[in-house]
């Protein structure tokens, strides 16, 4: 009869050691794991893979996240008075890199004749954006660092699921190239280790808030990659 | 002949001058006249105000904005520092009048027997939320009070609709006692008061961020109570 | 021979021991008695307490300080959106003690024929106010807060000094009847228990920010009494 | 008679029609004159010029300066999010640029056997940091650029007066082929034709706020040097 308490205890001892042992990202990963995967199976993503994808919802996604890029560079800058001196370095260099990616969309966008001209972001990016900038202000700087962690994870997550059916010839492989590229993981894996060491020097409130902040940040992920599908406005605005 | 050519550049003048003797905040609450009657027409205030509203599409209403007013503490409180030194009282006592309202909301609240204890803001109250944040540390300060005039002028109007139906002995009658008072009428005025003179001295593309925030604000305020109504939660997402 | 080992280890014991027992404010205190002494004893405060101040010199300090208690709104307005929800009502308030505290500055003034009008903060005024801010914006919260407490434990401290020799006649004893007061004392003690409780639950590199702030506090606070004595000018500027 | 009333108002208007031609910097040049030529005198800089500077003066000032110019690269990520996009790429080569002046620094400190470990900001280099900081968080961009402009304007006109008289072969040479090269000129030149259309284009309360960052600039360019030469520390505090 005793075996029958002393089990459960057991378990639960295994579930907490493993628990202590894991990082941070790998206890959020892991506790998010139906979003997580709600995400990398988006049907835009999925289609893309595929290359079922319709030149026209590609379009929209192109022109969005272009503005999305583009906003991570005042993001990324109002991250360094806050952050420790050996992350402003990396923190310019994710400045360069997002150049980089907003020339690789006004490339791909010129040889697919899409325009970027006095595109405007839709209520979703929108609303992304200002959870950028809001961030980087109001939160703790181990705080602001998971939303651009988590941003950055689920990119090259959601890229990876591309890479995995996409034609190396198709006209979007080079996004796929870009985000699913092993440059980008190792640049991700160098946010996780900075995120997980930071999350292992933070008292407990900073700890939730941090968690919370890695769980909007995926649910924003996933609403965008509705908003490029769907291509949704502002709620009950008729136009 | 030369009359033909005459009439047109007469009505032009006509029309110039108008403008110029308009305001801003005038000049657009004309221009975008459509989005604001879209707002005042919004059947969430409709059925408020004829006393159709289901109880508990009111609820969520009520649960959500008791978060956005008081994520409007924070707000307000980040505009002192950028404000010249007659707006901070001024400021204080919109914190003060805030926190008032909270309390308006737990008193209805307990009345009818809605607990806010964990409530947490959706999809679209929680992007309103950072508009205010983001704008408040990354725009000047004039962009800033844009949003403030905007969103309190917007509440006033909208309960002011609600004031032409509600029976002073509706359950929501408190809101409307406390939006569509010539109390908060007055302080209203006083926002546009100070609004205007400070965009009569600003340049040319301050004033356009300013008219796009003023823009930004209302489909803010339309696509909120498009969630009170729907219940909307975070796009794309099955929970 | 046992014992020779033995001794400094129980003595070390007794020190780690107590060490531990220690709140933040508590070692802080401890570690940087000599600063605070130097503070305390500063002859602006030995002279007020003893009724030998200039009047001229004791306006001086006025002056600048009425431009430092104004600037402490700003600064505890920038604190609110950092900050726990339940530390928002007690900054609204400190924002009205700021205020009373510029009626007092305002009201000596009057009585003893000194003008505020056109005051400008001198150097080491300017850079303390630059110091709140910078704080503000940069640091983390309970950093912020370091800086916060310790200018008003300064305060109370340095006012208590006084109290214990000044004529309760006097003419500048409405300052002491506004700092050495127990209400005063039971504010700071609040920000103490505040300050305490966040700094157990942060982690090693941010409780080392703030120590830091606490020491520069303190040299802040001594440099302000200084000014204030010498009339102390923007060094190196001839005018 | 008529002819005596009439003269001032001549000159007067030509003094007018002057002003009205001349930019903000240029205006601002010429109003704080002395204060400029205060600085560009300095003993540091002519007795740098005259090959004269004692080494351990040049050291402190090597230090100091060291920190200061890494304090400036959180400052201009600062301005990031709140400056225009045609400026995100600038304000990324000045942060490269810095970078490369913390090498000259460490280059020559090592040339010289002068160690950076552990160097603390001195008041006076403390309190120009924090106004670096509080002006990029609290005032509008267009002020804060005047800061930028101000300070580099200030280096660059200090270093041209050393070139005048320094050795060539001077050990500190390198740091007069820094600021007082073309290159840098080049770059001063654009922060000042930016500055200009910015101020060209804002009210006058903003108008007013610019030209006071400007003289505040100045005279905290003038304390830094006299803090480099006399060794200032922590005003009143005895260590």
Redesign the interface.
């Given at each position: 009869m005793a075996a029958v308490n002393i089990q459960p205890i057991t378990v639960n001892t295994t579930i907490f050691a493993r628990r202590l042992a894991m990082s941070f990202t790998q206890q959020q990963l892991e506790k998010h794991q139906t979003?997580w995967n709600?995400m990398t199976s988006?049907r835009f993503l999925l289609e893309t893979r595929d290359g079922k994808i319709a030149d026209d919802i590609f379009a929209q996604w192109m022109k969005q996240d272009y503005l999305f890029v583009?906003a991570a560079?005042?993001?990324i800058?109002?991250l360094?008075?806050?952050g420790?001196?050996h992350h402003?370095?990396p923190?310019?260099d994710v400045?360069?890199m997002l150049?980089k990616e907003m020339d690789l969309f006004e490339e791909r966008a010129n040889a697919v004749g899409v325009s970027f001209e006095g595109v405007q972001p839709w209520?979703?990016n929108?609303?992304y954006?200002?959870?950028?900038?809001?961030?980087?202000?109001?939160a703790?700087?181990p705080e602001a660092y998971t939303l651009l962690y988590t941003a950055e994870k689920a990119y090259h997550d959601a890229w990876l699921v591309v890479k995995e059916g996409l034609d190396p010839q198709s006209k979007w492989y080079p996004f796929v190239e870009n985000w699913a590229s092993e440059e980008f993981g190792q640049y991700v894996n160098y946010l996780q280790g900075e995120l997980d060491a930071?999350a292992?020097?933070?008292?407990?409130?900073?700890h939730q808030r941090m968690e919370d902040i890695f769980e909007?940040t995926v649910?924003y992920e996933?609403?965008f990659?509705?908003?490029a599908?769907?291509g949704?406005q502002?709620?009950?605005?008729?136009s």
């Open positions: 979003l709600q988006h583009r560079i005042p993001f800058s109002a360094v008075p806050k420790p001196l402003w370095k923190h310019s400045v360069a150049n209520f979703i929108h609303a954006i200002q959870f950028l900038m809001a961030t980087a202000y109001t703790s700087y930071m292992s020097d933070v008292g407990k409130a900073e909007l649910k996933i609403s990659w509705e908003m599908y769907t949704a502002w709620p009950g605005i008729q």
